[in-house]
T-cell receptor, first 116, second 112 residues
Framework: DSGVTQTPKHLITATGQRVTLRCSPR?????VYWYQQSLDQGLQFLIQ???????AKGNILERFSAQQFPDLHSELNLSSLELGDSALYFC???????????????FGPGTRLTVL | EDQVTQSPEALRLQEGESSSLNCSYT??????LFWYRQDPGKGPEFLFT???AGEEKEKERLKATLTKKESFLHITAPKPEDSATYLC?????????????FGTGTRLTIIP
């Protein structure tokens, strides 16, 4: 158990709908990352928040948005859903190692989104 | 753009048969190279971080090594419970950008 929690575990919805995925980081971690994993593309970085502020953006579609709240939990909002949005969505949070060189990211169990 | 290529895509080994997984990378500046293990339908589980060429890290039957262009994950005398997909990822040195760029993984199957 990484300490990162994600809800819901599974989500089934229809094209054109909007969903919200939720992530609670490990205690004390200020950074939250969102990744998408589909069968043909592997793990792709979407967006990073640090202490409530957007810090880095990957190939995140305009239909997708995220935010991080004062209690550090984060939500990923996906709207106007398409069949191709079906994937596993992972949240990760990071802790800086003792040397301060890099952040090890610990991943949650993921949310499996199926768009019908 | 950062790139990570892992080989082979899939590997089947008999229990006890040692082997190595490869991760080749290109990145403008390497802050860290990460290895994760992922079981089907689960989140990636952190294994190792390597920072500079020549570094090695070990955990049970796994040893990770790093050169300037690639990393190897050596698995010694594997057991069926080592079956999983092993993912390699790089993190660049750019300040304010901690994103990980992942390879597509090596799916390892250990046959009893």
């Amino acid at each position: 158990d990484s300490g990162v929690t994600q809800t819901p575990k599974h989500l089934i919805t229809a094209t054109g709908q909007r969903v919200t995925l939720r992530c609670s980081p490990r205690s004390g971690d200020l950074s939250v990352y969102w990744y998408q994993q589909s069968l043909d593309q592997g793990l792709q970085f979407l967006i990073q928040y640090y202490n409530g502020e957007e810090r880095a953006k990957g190939n995140i579609l305009e239909r997708f948005s995220a935010q991080q709240f004062p209690d550090l939990h984060s939500e990923l909002n996906l709207s106007s859903l398409e069949l191709g949005d079906s994937a596993l969505y992972f949240c990760a949070s990071s802790v800086r190692d003792r040397g301060g060189v890099t952040d090890t990211q610990y991943f949650g169990p993921g949310t499996r989104l199926t768009v019908l | 753009e950062d790139q990570v290529t892992q080989s082979p895509e899939a590997l089947r080994l008999q229990e006890g048969e040692s082997s190595s997984l490869n991760c080749s990378y290109t990145v403008s500046g390497l802050r860290g190279l990460f290895w994760y293990r992922q079981d089907p339908g689960k989140g990636p589980e952190f294994l190792f971080t390597l920072y500079s060429a020549g570094e090695e890290k070990e955990k049970e039957r796994l040893k990770a090594t790093l050169t300037k262009k690639e990393s190897f994950l050596h698995i010694t005398a594997p057991k069926p419970e080592d079956s999983a997909t092993y993912l390699c990822a790089v993190q660049p040195t750019n300040f304010g950008n901690e994103k990980l760029t992942f390879g597509t993984g090596t799916r390892l199957t250990i046959i009893p």
